[in-house]
């Protein structure tokens, strides 16, 4: 499923983004969706996934508590309100769709990857 990501940008620590990623076709409601993060220099890393419905969401210890993911399966799009945002969120933010919610926060449980959109926190 063709997924892409939209909300980046330049934000100072404290503030606040909204990471959208659409998806294309019927059969968005059919994948549970995650959000994955890469900063320079390091792996990939999970960020947080949203099961079909959107009744179960799971976050990296990193984000609990500032960062929210939350589904529109009407408007095949998925989000990522992030508050409070630190130096170290910076990163390229990727969304990926996955046939198992259960398999999301590892890699090689993506079926689907998005093209990222880069977000930096200024200190």
């Known amino acids: 499923v063709p997924l892409q990501a939209f909300g980046g940008g330049l934000v100072q620590a404290g503030g606040s983004l909204r990471l959208s990623c659409a998806a294309s076709?019927?059969?968005?409601?059919?994948?549970?969706m995650g959000w994955f993060r890469q900063a320079p220099g390091k792996e990939r890393e999970f960020v947080a996934s949203?099961?079909?419905?959107?009744?179960?969401?799971e976050y990296a210890d990193s984000v609990q508590d500032r960062f929210t993911v939350s589904r529109n399966n009407a408007k095949n799009t998925v989000y990522l309100q992030m508050n409070n945002l630190k130096p170290e969120d910076t990163a390229v933010y990727y969304c990926?769709?996955?046939?198992?919610?259960?398999?999301?926060?590892?890699?090689?449980?993506?079926?689907?990857w998005g093209k990222g959109t880069q977000v930096t926190v200024s200190s």
């Open positions: 990926a769709a996955s046939v198992s919610y259960r398999r999301l926060p590892d890699l090689v449980g993506v079926d689907y």
């Open positions: 076709g019927r059969t968005f409601s059919s994948y549970a």
């Open positions: 949203i099961s079909r419905s959107g009744d179960s969401t």
